[in-house]
Nanobody
Framework: QVQLVESGGGLVQPGGSERLSCAAS????????MSWYRQAPGKEREWVAS????????NYGDSVKGRFTISRDNAKNTVYLQMNSLKPEDTAVYYC??????????WGQGTQVTVSS
């Protein structure tokens, strides 16, 4: 059974930092591109960042480039999103995503990040 379980998040002050984690199980983690997406109230889901199976390549959305860092630990089947210099517009539910070579896709249940003073 495939599972993606996000953790982290909560209430963060503007300018603060937070790290999200996504623990994966039920598939060969290292063979999947892992990504983070987010969805703010009333808005469409937005791609945030991706990392290849080996961790060699990463890519970021323009709105988070230079502030967020995606990483993975294949020994722990976990992907991370380090978020720095957080802004109120970063407030959203953050979702973990796994994409396989056969275009099989898995999603986590999401974790809320609220940036507010």
């Amino acid at each position: 059974q495939v599972q993606l379980v996000e953790s982290g998040g909560g209430l963060v002050q503007p300018g603060g930092s937070e790290r999200l984690s996504c623990a994966a199980s039920g598939f060969t983690f290292s063979r999947y591109i892992m990504s983070w997406y987010r969805q703010a109230p009333g808005k469409e889901r937005e791609w945030v960042a991706s990392i290849t199976g080996s961790g060699s390549f990463t890519n970021y959305g323009d709105s988070v480039k230079g502030r967020f860092t995606i990483s993975r630990d294949n020994a722990k089947n976990t992907v991370y999103l380090q978020m720095n210099s957080l802004k109120p517009e970063d407030t959203a539910v953050y979702y973990c995503n796994a994409l396989g070579r056969s275009d099989d896709v898995y999603w986590g249940q999401g974790t809320q990040v609220t940036v507010s003073s």
